[in-house]
T-cell receptor
Framework: AQSVTQLDSQVPVFEEAPVELRCNYS??????LFWYVQYPNQGLQLLLK??????LVKGINGFEAEFNKSQTSFHLRKPSVHISDTAEYFC?????????????FGKGTTLSVSS | EAGVAQSPRYKIIEKRQSVAFWCNPI?????LYWYQQILGQGPKLLIQ????????DSQLPKDRFSAERLKGVDSTLKIQPAKLEDSAVYLC???????????FGPGTRLTVL
């Protein structure tokens, strides 16, 4: 069975500081990895995804993530955050084969950016 | 391109009442998902449709929850009777096929008193 662990439930940072949101997964098969962002009272928006190829994935709003197979990690980073990045961030995994296509989500990390 | 639409956005009911949620996926998307997101947790899949057929409903509490996707477009999720622990946000998502990116609607926030 697949699972996702987001290692930090809350991450407070100051504006323009760098941030890293950590995500580890477990799976016995190849996986696809995703990061979604959820603003208050809104649905989930895809930030970036890793399907194959380069392990460094760039997404929207200046975010990037690195797939590390040996560490089974997919940490999300941004070199300089803005107040508007305050939101809930979810890491998700999906089986790389056709057998299972539902997303398995972590519990989320609340990113709070203050001035 | 219009996104995934859901209604209502908010619903408050008393326990043992019934409730229904509606989802209209992105045009042309064959796969539709319903997720339940309890406060403080990530979304959990309830049911997945491919066109009008069910692909996965293993985590759907079938004694009280039901869902349908008539004609392979819109979908309705129903809870009857509701319990306090059903308080959550119900998210609908759609994708072109089973292997492509899922796009989420704004969700329906259900409060059961």
């Amino acid at each position: 069975a697949q699972s996702v662990t987001q290692l930090d439930s809350q991450v407070p940072v100051f504006e323009e500081a760098p941030v890293e949101l950590r995500c580890n997964y477990s799976s016995s098969v190849s996986v696809y990895l995703f990061w979604y962002v959820q603003y208050p009272n809104q649905g989930l928006q895809l930030l970036l995804k890793y399907l194959s190829g380069s392990t460094l994935v760039k997404g929207i709003n200046g975010f990037e993530a690195e797939f590390n197979k040996s560490q089974t990690s997919f940490h999300l980073r941004k070199p300089s955050v803005h107040i508007s990045d305050t939101a809930e961030y979810f890491c998700a995994v999906r089986s790389g084969n056709q057998a299972g296509t539902a997303l398995i989500f972590g519990k989320g990390t609340t990113l709070s950016v203050s001035s | 391109e219009a996104g995934v639409a859901q209604s209502p956005r908010y619903k408050i009911i008393e326990k043992r009442q019934s409730v229904a949620f509606w989802c209209n996926p992105i045009s042309g998307h064959a796969t539709l998902y319903w997720y339940q997101q309890i406060l403080g947790q990530g979304p959990k899949l309830l049911i997945q449709f491919q066109n009008n057929g069910v692909v996965d409903d293993s985590q759907l509490p079938k004694d009280r929850f039901s869902a349908e996707r008539l004609k392979g477009v819109d979908s309705t999720l129903k809870i009857q009777p509701a319990k306090l622990e059903d308080s959550a946000v119900y998210l609908c998502a759609s994708s072109l096929s089973q292997s492509t990116t899922q796009y989420f609607g704004p969700g329906t926030r259900l409060t059961v008193l």
